[in-house]
């Protein structure tokens, strides 16, 4: 069945494979990013193969852009029943020299961001008694030097996403989240960048440490929201799954 999906930080990455993937699923897509012109290779890439979407810009962490975008969206695309939590930033810095600003921009767009979407796209959900959440966190959220903003934003996504199971279970809304190791995108390239090392060699010495032995690709992290947003996966909600090619990280 042809649903109506919003996946937000989809301009790039795991967003992007994401929207493509849900688009391949079936799904109209609205692909949603801070800058709306920044999303046009996504939904080019989706309509070039047959697929529907639009390009929706709004800032997650922001109230009023996310309503007026979820309005839009279900003019435009349909009721959204199908929301993929993705948009996300990093401002990593040890404890000792993290400022406020790194702590809050880190919390407002995973959690608020996730929280505003997820509240606003909930009302189209239980109007259709069917709908699918899903949540990105990370390995991260078990701890990770240099990540003490993006940790605490990660494993907060785990909390948010076990209530939203318990809550909107009866309304026939899963909610997951997936964790994803380390996956190959610009994130990962910003790491590299700040730990002065060469992209090529991050990825490699990360790979070694991984028991699939390769480092993640966002399509790794596509398949498994497809599952979780699938119809089949109705009995699975407020789950964590870990995406990692091992058992952690
Ligand atoms: P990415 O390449 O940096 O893409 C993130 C996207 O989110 C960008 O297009 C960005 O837009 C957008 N975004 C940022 N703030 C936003 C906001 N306030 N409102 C709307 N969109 C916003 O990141 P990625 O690696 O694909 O990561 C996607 C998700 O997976 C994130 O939640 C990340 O924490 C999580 N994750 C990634 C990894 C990894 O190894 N890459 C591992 C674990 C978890 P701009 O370009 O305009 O900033």
Same mark, same amino acid.
């Given at each position: 069945?042809?649903?109506?999906?919003?996946?937000?930080?989809?301009?790039?990455?795991?967003?992007?494979?994401?929207?493509?993937?849900?688009?391949?699923?079936?799904?109209? !897509?609205?692909?949603?990013?801070?800058?709306?012109?920044?999303?046009?290779?996504?939904?080019?890439? &989706?309509?070039?193969?047959?697929?529907?979407?639009?390009?929706?810009?709004?800032?997650?962490?922001?109230?009023?852009?996310?309503?007026?975008?979820?309005?839009?969206?279900?003019?435009? *695309?349909?009721?959204?029943?199908? *929301?993929?939590?993705?948009?996300?930033?990093?401002?990593?810095?040890?404890?000792?020299?993290?400022?406020?600003?790194?702590?809050?921009?880190? *919390?407002?767009?995973?959690?608020?961001?996730?929280?505003?979407?997820?509240?606003?796209?909930?009302?189209?959900?239980?109007?259709?008694?069917?709908?699918?959440?899903?949540?990105?966190?990370?390995?991260?959220?078990?701890?990770?030097?240099?990540?003490?903003?993006?940790?605490?934003?990660?494993?907060?996504?785990?909390?948010?996403?076990?209530?939203?199971? &318990?809550? *909107?279970?009866?309304?026939?809304?899963? !909610?997951?989240?997936?964790?994803?190791?380390?996956?190959?995108?610009?994130?990962?390239?910003?790491?590299?960048?700040?730990?002065?090392?060469?992209?090529?060699?991050?990825?490699?010495?990360?790979?070694?440490?991984?028991?699939?032995?390769?480092?993640?690709?966002?399509?790794?992290?596509?398949?498994?929201?497809?599952?979780?947003?699938?119809?089949?996966?109705?009995? !699975?909600?407020?789950?964590?799954?870990?995406?990692?090619?091992?058992?952690?990280?």
């Amino acid at each position: 069945m042809t649903r109506t999906a919003i996946v937000t930080g989809a301009a790039r990455g795991i967003g992007a494979a994401t929207a493509r993937r849900l688009a391949a699923d079936g799904h109209t !897509v609205a692909v949603l990013d801070l800058d709306e012109a920044q999303c046009g290779d996504t939904v080019a890439a &989706i309509t070039d193969a047959g697929g529907r979407a639009i390009a929706v810009g709004a800032d997650v962490a922001d109230a009023e852009a996310v309503s007026g975008a979820v309005a839009r969206i279900a003019a435009e *695309l349909g009721t959204p029943t199908i *929301l993929v939590n993705n948009a996300g930033i990093i401002r990593d810095n040890l404890l000792f020299r993290m400022t406020e600003d790194d702590w809050d921009s880190v *919390l407002s767009v995973h959690l608020r961001g996730a929280f505003l979407m997820s509240r606003a796209v909930q009302a189209h959900q239980v109007s259709q008694n069917w709908g699918r959440i899903v949540n990105l966190s990370s390995t991260s959220a078990l701890g990770n030097r240099g990540q003490a903003n993006y940790a605490a934003a990660k494993a907060g996504m785990q909390g948010f996403t076990k209530t939203l199971a &318990i809550e *909107l279970g009866r309304y026939n809304v899963t !909610v997951n989240a997936i964790a994803p190791g380390f996956i190959v995108t610009d994130m990962t390239k910003a790491t590299a960048e700040r730990l002065g090392v060469g992209f090529d060699e991050f990825v490699a010495f990360n790979a070694e440490q991984i028991p699939v032995g390769r480092a993640g690709h966002p399509d790794d992290i596509a398949a498994a929201a497809s599952f979780f947003c699938s119809e089949a996966a109705g009995f !699975v909600s407020g789950q964590v799954l870990y995406v990692a090619g091992g058992p952690r990280a």
